[in-house]
């Protein structure tokens, strides 16, 4: 393959401080002998992204965008295994499988993972919302191929995939549970299919009813429109819904795919003795609730946390997206160029009944 032609320039959405992002000129990312430079074609809008633009978490300037799919443009002389003009998935956090949190599985806390292994130019943060990113040698063991027949919108959900394919890992769950799943915004429809091909029943909840049609179709058993009746049938309380589906028993886990409190606390009520409830929306820093610790020390009411992925699960999630088998095509309700990134945040984080998936294009 004749090598592209690689400009000096690119266009890049450089976040300059809260709220505040702009359409810049920078340089190509220059890379070294065991670096790529990678062609971006699509980025996922991922939450914890919009949380340290929209509250400053970091200091800036810094290009964002970690769910990245794209083509590989220039091979340093040291990366063996890859080619000019493959098309890749992108891991921005690999660990480094050696410290005392890797021994334990911790992944995200190791200190290697903290490290942003991708960057568009600036303090790396991911850089998948410009034209060209470099991709350093501790995260090319995080990269994949993206098979002939799958687009590169599929390639960008694996990031979101891994995370929540982690957190189910973290639920300890037999064939027949029943679990809650509150949210189905993307990540929770996600947690609803992979769940359901588990053997799992799973409870949906949401505030959309068009979302917990689409729940249906992901694999839920029961749906539940929080704050709301579903159809021509009359409201009934998720207590008694959960009451009658577990038979008095409880449930047996809940995911909370929505940052609310309250939504915590009544699954914690709502748990059968020895049950979990797993949190993954709750990852803005400073909150705090109040929650009966006896329920967790008496009932053994296990409080459970998941952030973010590991990587040693990317062949097991590239198998579930690539044949479809989890249909991420289905969550992508729309995509914006790359000059529109800040409608696209815009939009992710106040999502309507018809937005799920929130994709920036960067190319075709």
């Avoid at 920078?26 to 929209?54: N, Q, S, W």
């Avoid at 921005?92 to 410290?99: A, E, G, I, R, T």
């Avoid at 995260?139 to 993206?146: A, N, R, S, T, Y």
């Avoid at 929505?258 to 709750?282: I, K, N, T, Y």
Wanted: hydrophobic share 45%; with cysteine; proline share 6%.
């Amino acid at each position: 393959m004749a090598m592209p032609e690689i400009p000096k320039t690119m266009r890049a959405v450089v976040y300059r401080g809260p709220k505040d992002l702009r359409l810049e000129s920078l340089p190509v990312p220059r890379t070294g002998p065991g670096e790529l430079l990678v062609k971006v074609a699509a980025c996922g809008v991922c939450p914890t992204d919009i949380k340290k633009i929209h509250y400053g978490t970091v200091p800036p300037p810094r290009v964002f965008g970690h769910e990245t799919a794209g083509t590989i443009v220039r091979v340093g002389a040291r990366v063996k295994g890859w080619r000019v003009g493959d098309r890749v998935a992108l891991h921005h956090h690999v660990p480094c499988l050696k410290c005392h949190a890797c021994r334990h599985r911790a992944f995200a806390q190791c200190a290697q993972y903290k490290r942003t292994g991708i960057t568009a130019g600036f303090e790396p943060a991911g850089g998948g919302y410009a034209e060209y990113v470099r991709v350093m040698p501790f995260v090319l063991p995080g990269v994949v191929k993206i098979p002939a027949r799958n687009s590169f919108l599929e390639g960008a959900m694996l990031e979101p995939v891994n995370t929540v394919l982690k957190a189910v890992n973290r639920l300890s769950l037999l064939p027949g549970d029943n679990v809650l799943v509150a949210g189905q915004g993307p990540i929770g429809l996600m947690f609803t299919k992979l769940l359901a091909l588990r053997g799992v029943r799973v409870l949906a909840t949401d505030l959309f009813a068009s979302r917990l049609e689409l729940a249906r179709r992901f694999g839920a058993k029961i749906v539940h429109q929080a704050g709301g009746s579903m159809g021509e049938t009359a409201y009934e309380a998720l207590s008694d819904v959960v009451d009658r589906v577990t038979r008095g028993r409880g449930l047996d886990a809940a995911v909370i795919a929505v940052p609310s409190d309250d939504v915590v606390r009544e699954a914690q009520q709502l748990l059968r003795g020895g049950g979990q409830v797993l949190l993954f929306s709750h990852t803005r820093r400073g909150q705090q609730t109040a929650i009966d610790l006896a329920t967790v020390c008496v009932d053994e009411k296990d409080l459970v946390g998941s952030y973010s992925a590991d990587f040693l699960l990317q062949r097991e999630v590239a198998r579930l997206v690539f044949s479809r088998k989890l249909d991420v095509r289905r969550l992508i309700t729309h995509t914006f160029a790359l000059p529109q990134t800040a409608a696209a945040i815009a939009l992710a984080s106040r999502p309507t009944p018809e937005s799920l998936k929130i994709v920036v294009r960067a190319a075709d």
